[in-house]
């Protein structure tokens, strides 16, 4: 079974700039999870979607945005970017909604944003 | 809110020595707890998980039972190698929603 899928592996942009992050989810699975892992800050929860719809959402100003698309594969955009914003981005995918209450989240190898 | 803290690193041991690494949560309800490994330069990876009071999750040698009583989801192994050396993280979630996170916990194996 392939797992989670995360496309750039890096991804170089300067301050002000837009970047995309791309996320597949294993096969089956509707929820998609991204998660922000910055240096000396721990792993903090940006986004959720299940079923093509944001679920819920972390303490992040609305440049962070995102979709899931009908194959419930997942974009994370943001926008006007920072020089905080470099982070390495995971994704997660799990069953959601349509698994029943299996929460189970399994992580893609994530994508190396550097601001500079 | 929902909270998870962990021991602070860098724990660093002798090939063979026993491990353990404190997890301890502040939750309503009855959460579900993890255990994810970070290998260097990877993504996370499952360890293990339980998802009720005395449920003991194991993995490649390490357990943590959910212990409701004391709030915590220690980490264990009776023999760690150099290979084991990573960045742990315990985590909690209710339902489907997010994982709440502890800060990390660096694991050095010496040889």
């Known amino acids: 079974e392939a797992g989670v899928t995360q496309s750039p592996t890096h991804l170089i942009k300067t301050r002000g700039q837009q970047a995309t992050l791309r996320c597949s989810p294993i096969s089956g699975h509707t929820s998609v999870y991204w998660y922000q892992q910055a240096l000396g800050l721990g792993l903090q929860f940006l986004l959720w979607?299940?079923?093509?719809?944001?679920?819920n959402r972390g303490n992040f100003p609305p440049r962070f945005s995102g979709r899931q698309f009908p194959n419930y594969s997942s974009e994370l955009n943001v926008n006007a970017l920072e020089l905080e914003d470099s982070a390495l981005y995971l994704c997660a995918s799990s069953h959601g909604t349509s698994g029943g209450n299996t929460d189970t989240q399994y992580f893609g190898p994530g994508t190396r944003l550097t601001v500079l | 809110g929902d909270s998870v803290t962990q021991m602070e690193g860098p724990v660093t041991l002798s090939e063979e020595a026993f491990l353990t690494i404190n997890c301890t949560y502040t939750a309503t309800g009855y959460p579900s707890l993890f255990w994810y490994v970070q290998y260097p330069g990877e993504g996370l990876q499952l360890l293990l998980k339980a998802t009720k009071a005395d449920d003991k999750g194991s993995n490649k040698g390490f357990e943590a039972t959910y212990r409701k009583e004391t709030t915590s989801f220690h980490l264990e192994k009776g023999s760690v190698q150099v290979s084991d050396s990573a960045v742990y993280f315990c985590?909690?979630?209710?339902?489907?929603?997010?994982?709440?996170w502890g800060a990390g916990t660096k694991l050095i194996i010496k040889p």
């Open positions: 985590a909690l979630s209710r339902e489907l929603d997010q994982l709440i």
């Open positions: 979607y299940d079923e093509g719809e944001e679920r």
